[in-house]
């Protein structure tokens, strides 16, 4: 079974960083085609895509509003992603998830259906 566990999150001021780690269990790491990615989900709306990385080729995805603060990062030793986020916004105040799949189009790598293995999420709180 493929078990994906996020760590890290907390609540920061406005300005502040916080790290990420998620590790992945899946035998997806041996296919070119798999990828990983960070969600977000605030109260009352719907989930997001924040950022996405493709193992073999190492290619990155950012959402728009993160471009330039946040950065997606693996280690491929330790079979664990990180999310970087730096300058954080009151409204990246959010439930955060990671997410992996072994056959994701990267056409749709930041759609979030597209992803069928998907962690418990972790609170961040930014305040103003």
């Known amino acids: 079974q493929v078990q994906v566990v996020e760590s890290g999150g907390g609540e920061v001021q406005a300005g502040g960083s916080l790290r990420l780690s998620c590790r992945a269990s899946?035998?997806?790491?041996?296919?070119?085609?798999?990828?990983m990615g960070w969600f977000r989900q605030a109260p009352g709306k719907e989930r997001e895509a924040v950022s996405c990385?493709?193992?073999?080729?190492?290619?990155?995805y950012y959402e728009d509003s993160v471009k330039g603060r946040f950065t997606i990062s693996r280690d491929d030793a330790k079979n664990t992603l990180y999310l970087q986020m730096d300058s954080l916004k009151p409204e990246d105040t959010a439930i955060y998830y990671c997410?992996?799949?072994?056959?994701?189009?990267?056409?749709?790598?930041?759609?979030?259906?597209?992803?069928?293995?998907w962690g418990q999420g972790i609170q961040v709180t930014v305040s103003s």
């Open positions: 997410a992996s799949d072994s056959y994701v189009d990267s056409a749709k790598i930041l759609i979030p259906y597209e992803y069928n293995y």
């Open positions: 899946s035998p997806g790491l041996t296919f070119d085609d798999y990828a």
């Open positions: 990385i493709t193992w073999r080729g190492h290619k990155t």
